[in-house]
């Protein structure tokens, strides 16, 4: 299900606004201890960034602290697997990325059901990849890369946060869409990457824009092509894979807002009140325009849906590429 339907967009923001209006009665109970955000990235990446902007606001509405706590490994699982094992009760969160809700559970055995055990609050923010090489390195465009891939098969390197993680398929799906292959090597989230492409040390990456933004802006990281439909508001100049004649590569990042499965219905749709609110302040929505991205209007069951359909979106191409865990 495209997580950008013009039809759900307008459900969901109607829903967004009736919620935003206060929480029912029922919950007003709900939170009676400070909550926390679990991240399965390192600080300083996309997923860490935006986690970081909602506990601070989801801080201010529902009146407890929330702290984020940084769990990177294991492609985003090490975080899924201890919300799914928390107690029920609404008071610890997860900020997930396609990577662990519906790519690795593919490709690794896990503990726990990712669509059973960790309960949907709502769509945050779906940011495109965007294809990276140092600002200081060789390579100008996405057809140098290519052509340097063409003449030396497996001589180039590509980074990614993690096996299975959304930098990966779309490293892998760049491969199958231009015939070509570099080596992979994956890292415990964006921002240690960044140190060894701008080093030289790894040729490319085809990172969030989220994780990548910051690294862009500062002329560290050379963009050279987004794999999404249209170009990105915020890198104009910079064409889309499609454009340059690279068709079936194109890989986003979405993050999403999950807490325990299990958790009351009071709680859950409180905290998609709560969340709610920090999406419609101009603050929020600046931030996640500036990194790339474009705001997540689905909550509850139609993030449910989304989720599901991603499930079985990427085990396709998981299956397809071969994607397997080391």
């Known amino acids: 299900m495209p997580p950008h339907d013009t039809l759900d967009r307008r459900r969901a923001l109607a829903l967004l606004g009736l919620l935003a209006a206060g929480a029912p009665a029922w919950a007003q109970g709900f939170p009676d201890k400070p909550l926390r955000i679990l991240v399965g990235a390192s600080p300083g990446g996309g997923t860490d960034i935006l986690a970081r902007v909602l506990a601070d606001k ?71 990849n965007v294809l990276v090489v140092s600002s200081t390195g060789p390579y100008k465009s996405a057809k140098d890369v290519q052509t340097a891939l063409a003449a030396k098969p497996g001589a180039l390197k590509y980074a990614s946060s993690g096996i299975g993680s959304t930098q990966h398929i779309g490293g892998e799906a760049f491969g199958m869409a231009t015939g070509t292959r570099a080596i992979h090597v994956p890292y415990k989230g964006s921002s240690q990457a960044h140190i060894d492409i701008i080093a030289g040390e790894v040729d490319m990456m085809f990172d969030s824009t989220s994780s990548a933004m910051s690294q862009i802006r500062a002329g560290k990281l050379r963009p050279l092509a987004v794999s999404a439909p249209a170009r990105s508001a915020e890198m104009p100049d910079v064409p889309t894979l499609a454009e340059l004649g690279i068709q079936g590569a194109d890989v986003s ?21 709560d969340l709610g609110q920090a999406l419609q302040l101009p603050d929020v929505q600046a931030r996640i325009k500036a990194l790339g991205g474009e705001l ?24 397809g590429a071969n994607i397997k865990a080391e």
Do not use: C
């Not at 990042?253 to 009140?273: D, I, K």
């Not at 997540?296 to 299956?319: D, K, P, Q, W």
């Open 58 to 128: 989801m801080a201010a509405t529902l009146k407890q602290p929330v702290v984020v706590e940084n769990r990177p490994g294991a492609s985003n699982t090490i975080a899924a697997e201890l919300a799914a094992r928390a107690a029920p009760d609404g008071s610890t969160l997860l900020l997930a990325t396609n990577t662990a809700q519906a790519v690795a559970p593919h490709m690794l055995k896990l503990k726990y059901d990712p669509l059973k055990d960790l309960q949907p609050i709502g769509l945050v923010a779906v940011m495109p």
């Open 296 to 319: 997540g209007t689905l909550t509850g069951e139609r993030f449910a849906e989304m989720n599901r359909s991603e499930y079985e979106h990427y085990g396709r191409l998981v299956r």
């Open 253 to 273: 990042t979405w993050y999403g807002l999950y807490t325990t499965g299990g958790t009351p219905r009071a709680a859950v749709e409180r905290l998609t009140a």
